[in-house]
């Protein structure tokens, strides 16, 4: 186990930040992308972060966009992790909080460990968990990227390029009330099923 790889998340989870709460958090990963990665960072109107990397060993300038999100669920204060027998557990009354800082270390270590990339452009948003608040007020004018991963899934083998959704829509209709059928039941009101001649 990658020892360095546990630090940084213990040292992620230890950081309260409950959605809603999450700025400090957001000014400890803004810290971290611009010593590691020497990003340039951008905090929208909202709170999200927008890190912007520049490109290692290429000349591609396309960037690729890669969003993750800064908010757990409660509780989620004084969080305590312990490693015990290769398994990270927390070790009281509260979350854990590897969603999703368990997917900000794993990016953090691929981003350092890869030996080229092109621009990257990485999305923290706020208040995911309560209905994903920040993406829906990020400011978009910050992005420049056509193609992105959301970093935010429980197994590491697995891609998720398309899943379920759901949408409401209110509609209010103004007028009386009508269907082509009515009229055909008012004209033919006696209407009779079509009888077949008897066979000899």
């Not at 027998?85 to 009354?93: E, L, W």
């Amino acid at each position: 186990m990658n020892i360095e790889l546990v630090n940084t998340f213990f040292e992620m989870v230890q950081i309260s930040s409950e959605s809603g709460e999450e700025k400090e958090f957001i000014s400890y990963l803004e810290n971290l992308f611009t010593k590691k990665l020497q990003a340039k960072c951008i905090i929208d109107d909202y709170g999200n972060l927008i890190a912007k990397i520049p490109a290692k060993n290429t000349a591609r300038t396309e960037p690729i966009l890669f969003g993750v999100h800064a908010d757990t669920v409660r509780p989620g204060k004084d969080i305590e992790p312990v490693l015990e027998n290769g398994v990270i557990r927390s070790a009281g009354d509260t979350i854990l909080g590897a969603d999703d800082k368990a997917g900000i270390t794993e990016l953090l270590a691929a981003i350092e460990a890869a030996k080229r990339y092109p621009p990257l452009e990485i999305v923290v948003s706020r208040e995911e968990e309560i209905g994903l608040l920040g993406s829906k007020n990020l400011d978009a004018s910050f992005l420049n990227s056509k193609i992105g991963f959301v970093v935010d899934m429980d197994n590491l083998a697995d891609i998720v390029i398309g899943g379920p959704s759901y949408m409401t829509i209110d509609v209010d209709i103004i007028g009386k009330a009508a269907h082509a059928g009515w009229s055909r039941r008012r004209v033919y009101p006696q209407l009779k099923p079509r009888q077949t001649p008897s066979q000899s």
